[in-house]
Every structure is written in structure tokens, then in C-alpha cells.
């Protein structure tokens, strides 16, 4: 049964980092891209970032570009995002989610199809 499960949320005040970790069971990183996305209060999800199954490929949303680090450890099958620089406006839920790939590519948003349950991660002071 293919399984994700966030973790590394939490109370951070503005300026700080966490790092959140999305531990994959029953499928194996070496097939899938993973992405992050988050959904605060009252707005819509969006993404945040992805990483491709190799790794070798990124992409990240201008809010957090500069700022969050995607990375993968295939060993593990987990994949990280660092959080620097955290902002207000960065609390949300934060997802990590899974596609079957083909190739080695970061996917679109609307392509990722198993989730996780989700982490708060809220930047207060």
C-alpha cells in the first residue's frame, strides 16, 4: 500500500526554519517525483515545490524560491524541504505527494496523484 507521511511541522518565529520530511512506504522514490504543497486557511492549495525521481530537477514557487530547499534521499525513500527565512505568511498545512514518472522530470501541480495527511507549520512570533 503505497503511504505518505509528513513530518517536521510545528510553532516557528518569522525568520527561523524547519525542515519537513515526507517518508514514502510501499513504493520505492527511484519511480516517482515528489512534490510539497500547502493550503492555508480560507485559501486554495498550492505548490510549492517538486523534485524530480532523480533529483537532478527542481522547481519551486516564486514565493519560496531563495528561501525552501527540496531534496531526496533515495536510500531513505524520503524526501526533505528546508524552510529558511520562514514568513507569516507561510503558515499553512503542508502536503507532500507522489506521481508515477517515466522519465526524469519535475511535474506540474495537477499532475500528482497519492497524498499525504499533511503538516501545520506555523510562523508566529
Known amino acids: 500500500q503505497l503511504q505518505l507521511v509528513e513530518s517536521g511541522g510545528g510553532l516557528v518565529q518569522p525568520g527561523g526554519s524547519l525542515r519537513l520530511s515526507c517518508a514514502a512506504s510501499g513504493f520505492t522514490l527511484d519511480n516517482y517525483a515528489i512534490g510539497w504543497f500547502r493550503q492555508a486557511p480560507g485559501k486554495e492549495r498550492e505548490g510549492v515545490s517538486s523534485?524530480?525521481?532523480?533529483?537532478?530537477?527542481?522547481n519551486y514557487a516564486d514565493s519560496v524560491k531563495g528561501r525552501f530547499t527540496i531534496s531526496g534521499d533515495n536510500a531513505k525513500n524520503t524526501v526533505y524541504l528546508q524552510m529558511n527565512s520562514l514568513k507569516p505568511e507561510d503558515t499553512a498545512v503542508y502536503y507532500c505527494?507522489?506521481?508515477?514518472?517515466?522519465?526524469?522530470?519535475?511535474?506540474?501541480?495537477?499532475?500528482?496523484?497519492?497524498w499525504g495527511q499533511g503538516t501545520q507549520v506555523t510562523v508566529s512570533s
Open positions: 523534485i524530480s525521481r532523480s533529483g537532478g530537477n527542481t
Open positions: 505527494a507522489a506521481v508515477l514518472v517515466y522519465r526524469d522530470y519535475a511535474p506540474r501541480p495537477d499532475e500528482f496523484r497519492y
